[in-house]
């Protein structure tokens, strides 16, 4: 589920750099939904793999999408655009898997045979959920090189917003330092994942199925 909710953020992205003019992840083959062109060895693999191994909070991301904003029809309005279209892929996928978690109930419930499989898709869907919220709030964050950096920059001075995109290489180890060392931060971005989980649980409790891993 987080594998399928990271390429679907990044085929956003790409899909709305296209619509917005701009034919790069197109032309090099990242608009595509194959997961092993959105791998990226680092940021996939060995920084999660690093963080969980020293027992630090575990981030990670796809390999970026490639955008060229100069071919963009309106430089801020597509800039903008293409940086919401991540979290709004997130959003409906989070939209998507309340229904899916009811029918699922339901088919389990009208037919035996299917219930197992039924409720191992339950899980899923309800982990999409809690993960798509996650990602959703985590890339909003005004932290460059964040989605929501490229949002944020346009409420500065100008002077400033150059000043504030140069942080953009350093982003990692900003985000490591907030989580390590300011307090709270990784509730910021937890806990309104966990709000909106509880709601749609709410809706879709009376359908769940047997756990069928207990």
């Known amino acids: 589920m987080l594998l399928f909710s990271m390429v679907a953020h990044e085929y956003a992205h790409g899909w709305a750099a296209l619509r917005q003019g701009d ?4 032309a090099l083959g990242r608009l595509t939904w194959n997961p092993v062109k959105h ?3 680092f940021m996939t693999i060995i920084l999660p793999v690093m963080l969980a191994i020293a027992g630090a909070p575990i981030i990670g991301g796809a390999k970026p999408i490639p955008v060229d904003p100069r071919n963009f029809r309106n430089l801020k309005r597509g800039d903008i655009i293409v940086s919401l279209a991540g979290v709004t892929a997130n959003l409906l996928i989070v939209l998507a898997c309340v229904p899916l978690v009811i029918v699922a109930g339901l088919l389990g419930q009208a037919v035996g045979a299917i219930e197992q499989p039924m409720a191992i898709l339950q899980r899923m869907a309800v982990m999409g959920i809690f993960v798509n919220m996650i990602l959703v709030v985590f890339n909003l964050l005004p932290i460059p090189p964040l989605d ?5 920059k346009y409420l500065l001075p100008p002077r400033l917003a150059l000043a504030y995109q140069r942080v953009a290489g ?3 180890l ?6 390590y060392f300011v307090p709270g931060f990784r509730t910021v971005i937890v806990g309104p994942a966990l709000f909106v989980q509880s709601f749609a649980e709410r809706l879709y409790l009376p ?6 891993f207990s």
Do not use: E, Q, R, Y
């Not at 034919?23 to 197109?26: G, I, P």
């Not at 900003?174 to 989580?179: C, D, K, P, R, T």
């Open 23 to 26: 034919s790069t992840a197109w």
């Open 170 to 172: 350093a982003g990692i």
């Open 207 to 212: 359908f769940m199925l047997p756990n069928p």
């Open 174 to 179: 900003v985000l490591l330092g907030f989580m």
């Open 39 to 41: 791998i990226d060895p």
């Open 148 to 152: 929501g950096s490229h949002v944020f």
